[in-house]
């Protein structure tokens, strides 16, 4: 008997370099499990609003408004079908080439996908952002705020991470979904974790 597609639903901030990593992840998972992935954003600059936070940190939150409301704004004038590849044009210029998160780089972002380059509007317009606010609260109400991104809901659970770098590939990203499934779908658990020892590795 074949196995049932697994829905998996994945909520990311694009400039989150944690959630680019499982991102990655979540896709050589795809091709080695039978799971579907729908793709939403959170903002961590919605998430971070009203907290207080060190200087350099709400500089780059503030910033951060831009590359969420353009992905949300793009979903919403062209089909949730241009997020991910939205979301992977924005994050290989952020990750992996280092490049300014400012408008003539999600212009760029936007034309390598066939998006107008106008929609880089968004960055500055709050007009979005009753269905930015939605998004993020369909994922993060699911799992609290005392988390970040990724978030990831799969068969009617709901968990944060996973954070892990870099991302594994094959049978490993296999084995990390098997082992994460397992584990956040366990009645009472709500925690694993240790400190970070290495940074973001975007191979």
């Not at 919605?46 to 503030?62: C, H, K, Q, V, W």
């Not at 949300?72 to 290989?92: M, N």
């Not at 106008?118 to 699911?142: E, F, N, V």
Request: with cysteine.
């Amino acid at each position: 008997m074949p196995s049932v597609p697994v829905t998996t639903d994945f909520w990311f901030d694009p400039i989150c370099p944690w959630a680019w990593i499982a991102s990655r992840w979540m896709l050589e998972v795809q091709q080695v499990r039978d799971v579907g992935v729908r793709w939403h954003v959170m903002s961590l600059s919605y998430l971070n609003a009203d907290r207080d936070l060190p200087e350099d940190y709400r500089t780059m939150m503030d910033d951060a408004w831009g590359p969420v409301r353009v992905v949300v704004a793009a979903a919403a004038q062209h089909g949730d079908e241009v997020i991910l590849p939205l979301y992977t044009a924005l994050g290989t210029r952020f990750h992996h080439e280092k490049l300014p998160k400012d408008r003539e780089t999600i212009e760029a972002a936007l034309v390598e996908v066939g998006l107008p380059p106008q929609l880089a509007d968004a960055m500055t317009s709050t007009a979005w952002d009753d269905q930015l606010k939605a998004s993020h609260h369909a994922g993060m109400d699911q799992v609290g705020f005392e988390v970040g991104t990724p978030v990831i809901a799969a068969e009617g659970v709901a968990f944060f991470g996973p954070v892990v770098s870099p991302a594994p590939r094959g049978e490993a990203a296999g084995r990390l979904w098997d082992g994460v499934r397992l584990v956040a779908g366990t009645d009472g658990f709500f925690e694993l974790k240790r400190s970070r020892t290495r940074d973001p590795i975007f191979d």
